[in-house]
T-cell receptor, first 110, second 115 residues
Framework: SQQGEEDPQALSIQEGENATMNCSYK?????LQWYRQNSGRGLVHLIL?????REKHSGRLRVTLDTSKKSSSLLITASRAADTASYFC??????????FGTGTQLKVEL | NAGVMQNPRHLVRRRGQEARLRCSPM?????VYWYRQLPEEGLKFMVY????????ESGMPKERFSAEFPKEGPSILRIQQVVRGDSAAYFC?????????????FGQGTRLTVV
């Protein structure tokens, strides 16, 4: 399967802590993106990192990409209860198809 | 600029009926993607279309499912003779050009329930 694998499947932390999610893939990629999905809703784009980039920041989000290991990580710093959601990585290789990972369910407790 | 619009938001069909799901991409976007999501699972790619062309339908079931993106109007995902296993959330996304490293924008999805 070309689907990305995410780890952990579920993560529960206290508000204020950092949350780290990892994504691994098998093909060569053009870029890798991270999305958030609140329960029963559509996906919201968080950040895109190109294959020639190693790290990117956006607010409390930090994404890293290691193409030699075919992996990426998403770090959410100083988490809030509102960050509770499912997080998916997605990547494009040849052909413009956006392939998704299996997702990490994050729960941030007060 | 309205986002990606999908309708209906919820659709209930009896087994054997047809389901038509519509997706209007963001203004200026010519690439449309359809995904299916089962509860507690990730998104599974179904089909990628550009105006009047199917580019990649490797994720589409061979029977009963079809998709189009006409020159005018929304993209349509059509499921004929629905079965209970078709019950899922179907998401549409649009982009300018993913290989050009632009993001994909998603609609709110259509939740199909087959009874």
């Amino acid at each position: 399967s070309q689907q990305g694998e995410e780890d952990p499947q579920a993560l529960s932390i206290q508000e204020g802590e950092n949350a780290t999610m990892n994504c691994s893939y098998k093909t060569s990629i053009n870029n890798l993106q991270w999305y958030r999905q609140n329960s029963g809703r559509g996906l919201v784009h968080l950040i895109l990192i190109r294959s020639n980039e190693r790290e990117k920041h956006s607010g409390r989000l930090r994404v890293t990409l290691d193409t030699s290991k075919k992996s990426s990580s998403l770090l959410i710093t100083a988490s809030r209860a509102a960050d509770t959601a499912s997080y998916f990585c997605a990547f494009t290789g040849g052909g413009n198809k956006l392939t998704f990972g299996t997702g990490t369910q994050l729960k941030v407790e007060l | 600029n309205a986002g990606v619009m999908q309708n209906p938001r919820h659709l209930v069909r009896r087994r054997g009926q047809e389901a038509r799901l519509r997706c209007s991409p963001m203004k200026g976007h010519s690439h449309v993607y359809w995904y299916r999501q089962l509860p507690e699972e990730g998104l599974k790619f179904m089909v990628y279309l550009q105006k009047e062309n199917i580019i990649d339908e490797s994720g589409m079931p061979k029977e009963r499912f079809s998709a189009e993106f006409p020159k005018e109007g929304p993209s349509i995902l059509r499921i004929q003779q629905v079965v209970r296993g078709d019950s899922a959330a179907y998401f549409c996304a649009s982009s300018l050009d993913l290989d050009g490293n632009t993001e994909a924008f998603f609609g709110q999805g259509t939740r199909l329930t087959v009874v």
